[in-house]
């Protein structure tokens, strides 16, 4: 599985950005998208993630502010983030889970990285 991940740059606080990622590939048992972010000297964390059935998880961080959809046609996830605090700069990763957790054929895949700076 391949990810294109769009959308990063720099916004002031207060501000929106919308990321998008599409899958391509073998998207066989492909259940769930969504994004993770990494901060300098932090670990990567996830920020939201969704099934292909419309299940969605969204952190406490930044609910309120931040939505993830997917479009299943078009194996495309958008991430609209609303609401910018300079707290939220980070490289934004776009991630794909095959499979279940712990199951069989569980993997995960990773986009390249888009990066996402919120500043004055």
């Known amino acids: 599985v391949q990810l294109q991940a769009s959308g990063g740059g720099l916004v002031q606080p207060g501000g929106s950005l919308r990321l998008s990622c599409a899958a391509s590939?073998?998207?066989?048992?492909?259940?769930?998208m969504g994004w993770f972010r990494q901060a300098p000297g932090k670990q990567r964390e996830l920020v939201a993630a969704?099934?292909?059935?419309?299940?969605?998880t969204v952190v406490d961080s930044v609910k309120g502010r931040f939505a993830i959809s997917i479009d299943n046609a078009k194996n495309t996830v958008h991430l609209q983030m609303n609401n910018l605090r300079p707290e939220d700069t980070a490289v934004y990763y776009c991630?794909?889970?095959?499979?279940?957790?712990?199951?069989?054929?569980?993997?995960?895949?990773w986009g390249q990285g888009t990066q996402v700076t919120v500043s004055s």
């Open positions: 991630h794909a889970r095959r499979g279940d957790y712990g199951g069989p054929d569980f993997q995960r895949y």
């Open positions: 590939g073998n998207m066989f048992n492909i259940k769930a």
């Open positions: 969704s099934t292909f059935s419309g299940d969605t």
